[in-house]
Every structure is written in C-alpha cells, then in structure tokens.
T-cell receptor
C-alpha cells in the first residue's frame, strides 16, 4: 500500500517563475492537505481539499498561490511568480475522511515533501 | 487557532537513556498526533492519540484530554531516534496545528 507520493522532491526556480507541486494521496483517502515548513520551524497549514472542492484555504496567501484536487489525477499546489521567501519544504498529507466507520478517519499521513529553492 | 507548545525544545541523550517529551494544547482536540521528522526531513507517523495511552515498541504516548496535554515516552534511546519530534493537534477544522518541536540528539 503506497504512501502519500509527492513530486518533485526538489525544485529549483528563479524569481518570477512558476512552481507546480504534485501530491497523490494514499489509496482510499479522499482528503488532502498542504502544509509549508520554513527552516527550523514547525509545519503551517495552507489548504484543505476534497475531490473538486476547496474546503479551507485560510492558511494560503491570497496572491500567487492556488491549489486544486481534480476528479482525476493528483492534487496540485501552484505558486506563481515565485519570490525568495517562498523557499521552503511543502508537505502534502492525506486522510481517509468519513464515512467509513474508522475511529481514526482524521489521522493524517504525510508525503516526503517537496523542497523548493528560489534563486 | 489552537496553541500547541512543546518542551523541552532541545534534548541530548546518551544512547540507552529514557526520555519524556511534553505537548500542551490550549483547546479540546479531535485529533492529536505525534511525528518524528528524521534528518532527511521525512515525517513519520508515531501515534494518533486524541486520548488514552498507546505503545509501539520502545515508544509510548499518553494524552490526558481533560488536562490538555500529551506525553511521548522514548525508552532505551538509539542513535536512530535522533531528529525532531512534533506534536500536532486538530480541533474540528480538519487542519493540524503543529508545535515547534523537540530536537532530540542521541549520542553513542
């Protein structure tokens, strides 16, 4: 049973370029979350999605950042016109979500992260 | 959002020693998880423990939800236990709030 997959693992962009980060949730999971980790800090929530729906984007900057989780394919976090301050590790997590009867339906499992470096 | 505080911020142990890491949170929780971030940056799930006690090998965790804290116990520490341990809590809004972590270094 494959875990959460993210690609690329490392991404280097110049200021002004676009960054696209991909996340495939664990099999059977319908809830996806994106988090950002700055160096020497904990993870900060960005956005929570279900298939074709953004449920909560309260942690995502209003400009340049967008996320989607289409009916088919991985979830995408897009950062337009990247700046040096966007350099960070971006983690995706997934959870089963209700229904299902699992008591741990909201347990989140994390991917290996994408380390974005903006030059 | 909920406040999550971890202590101690840094911990250095001799191999074989035991340790207790603490996580305090400011509100009732639907979800409380412990993670180990290894030196390669990967987040490993340790426990899903919104309440009660669980054990997995040399690790165990206890959450006392009514008093808003959780403890992670590491026994007979090994050098591979080194890394950062994060506690994260969720109050029903589905997003996890992370503490700032405890950086553990186990020396041979």
């Amino acid at each position: 049973n494959a875990g959460v997959m993210q690609n690329p693992r490392h991404l280097v962009r110049r200021r002004g370029q676009e960054a696209r980060l991909r996340c495939s949730p664990m099999k059977g999971h319908s809830h996806v979350y994106w988090y950002r980790q700055l160096p020497e800090e904990g993870l900060k929530f960005m956005v929570y999605l279900q298939k074709e729906n953004i449920i909560d984007e309260s942690g995502m900057p209003k400009e340049r950042f967008s996320a989607e989780f289409p009916k088919e394919g991985p979830s995408i976090l897009r950062i337009q016109q990247v700046v040096r301050g966007d350099s960070a590790a971006y983690f995706c997590a997934s959870s089963p979500g209700p229904p299902g009867g699992l008591s741990s339906y909201n347990e989140q499992f994390f991917g290996p992260g994408t380390r974005l470096t903006v030059l | 959002g909920i406040q999550v505080e971890q202590s101690p911020p840094d911990l250095i142990l001799q191999e074989g020693a035991n340790s207790t890491l603490r996580c305090n949170f400011s509100d009732s929780v639907n979800n409380l998880q412990w993670f180990h971030q290894n030196p390669w940056g990967q987040l490993i799930n340790l426990f899903y423990i919104p309440s009660g006690t669980k054990q997995n090998g040399r690790l165990s965790a206890t959450t006392v939800a009514t008093e808003r804290y959780s403890l992670l116990y590491i026994s007979s520490s090994q050098t591979t236990d080194s890394g950062v341990y994060f506690c994260a809590a969720e109050t029903g809004a589905n997003n996890l709030f992370f503490g700032t972590g405890t950086r553990l270094t186990v020396i041979p």
